[in-house]
């Protein structure tokens, strides 16, 4: 009875009430434990449970837990080496520009910057936070290491780097300078001519691409990694460090879903400014916008700690269905799935005047043959030929 209450206390730092009981002649042992509003670590380590597993809590996960635990977040924090000095105001005046356009923070012609922070609750008892380093800093990284953006060429794989850059500065600086850094140097532009203008079509939707820089950068956890981005031949990818909320999953990103931002102060200017909205939708955003440019779907996954989004490029090409091998029918079939959604046999017959046979061998062999095409339906009831994943 002395030693258990002396071990409880030893290895947890917490007291609990131990009691010796007796009922139908048998003796127990009750042990009651308080609640507490703050963590509690045994020999000094933290545990989560996760499932039926525990799991030891260190570095950027444990730091989350702990402010969790006393109700703030990363960027709800002061930051005591820092003052108005350190304030980018060039970076505050587009931010302004952009609030205006946005017409989501009304009142504000005339304030001070630090009057204006106070209303955006950037600061508390005239102290800057966290986040208003992180969104207006000059140099973020002289306070947090790792807010910086690093963007790689690949070749076939992750072995094949070309050459790579980063991309310093707040938020504000990160989201313009690293779109240009791309824009010029890491995608291919095709460019076309209608008449006597010359158009320029991105290999992928720069409405994808911002969208996606967006929630990296409000979302990540600025303890962690930076924010990397890997360019590939047929794919982009960006990857921040941070795992999804808990109760929010890959499936849910892809539907209608409440915003729970892990930066809620960063959302909550950036959603002033008219940089992101307060509903949950920017994975909506991306995957509806690679639809519109007839492009795969996006894909979504946890990784290494944190989340990763990739954008694919349009492999189903007039040109690109040539290299393949396709016969002149199989490549007009394909641009018609592709823009239509299916085709069948009977109207592939009818569309190239062919009959039952040729239109079945011509099919399969971009089922089975190419990969390009899904069968789907029950034979003999009504079968239809979609994009394979679709």
Request: proline share 4%; net charge neutral; aromatic share 8%.
């Amino acid at each position: 009875m002395d030693d258990i209450p002396n071990k409880i206390r030893n290895t947890m730092g917490i007291s609990a009430e131990v009691n010796l009981h007796e009922e139908k002649g048998n003796h127990f042992i009750e042990i009651i434990t308080p609640p507490y509003s703050v963590p509690i670590s045994l020999r000094g380590r933290y545990y989560y449970r996760s499932g039926s597993t525990k799991q030891e809590l260190t570095g950027a996960s444990l730091n989350e837990f702990l402010l969790k635990k006393y109700g703030k977040t990363w960027d709800d924090m002061i930051e005591p080496r820092a003052n108005f000095d350190d304030i980018d105001e060039k970076a505050v005046n587009t931010f302004l520009n952009a609030s205006e356009n946005a017409g989501r923070l009304p009142e504000n012609n005339g304030l001070s910057i630090p009057e204006l922070f106070e209303k955006l609750r950037l600061t508390e008892i005239g102290q800057l936070k966290r986040s208003a380093i992180v969104l207006f800093g000059k140099d973020p990284s002289k306070f947090y290491p790792n807010t910086f953006v690093k963007i790689g060429r690949f070749g076939k794989d992750d072995t094949d780097l070309k050459f790579q850059e980063t991309e310093e500065g707040n938020l504000i600086v990160l989201l313009q300078g690293v779109l240009n850094q791309l824009n010029h140097k890491f995608l291919i532009k095709t460019i076309e001519f209608e008449g006597m203008h010359r158009i320029e079509k991105g290999e992928y939707p720069v409405a994808a691409i911002r969208e996606m820089l967006l929630n990296a950068l409000v979302h990540r956890n600025y303890m962690g990694a930076p924010i990397q981005i890997r360019v590939y031949d047929n794919k982009l990818s960006i990857w921040n460090e941070g795992n999804l909320p808990d109760g929010l999953t890959i499936d849910a990103l892809k539907r209608s879903h409440s915003s729970r931002p892990r930066n809620p102060i960063i959302a909550d200017v950036c959603f002033k400014g008219g940089y992101i909205d307060a509903w949950g939708r920017g994975t909506i955003k991306i995957i509806d916008t690679c639809k519109q440019a007839v492009l795969p779907e996006p894909e979504m996954i946890e990784l290494d700690g944190g989340f990763s989004i990739t954008l694919f490029k349009d492999n189903i090409s007039r040109e690109k269905l040539g290299k393949l091998g396709l016969n002149d029918r199989q490549v007009k079939a394909v641009l018609i799935v592709k823009e239509g959604g299916k085709i069948t046999n009977s109207k592939y017959q009818e569309l190239f005047d062919v009959s039952k046979a040729t239109a079945t061998r011509d099919l399969t062999e971009l089922v089975e043959n190419f990969g390009l095409l899904d069968k789907v339906g029950q034979t003999g009831v009504g079968t239809a030929y979609i994009l394979k994943g679709s």
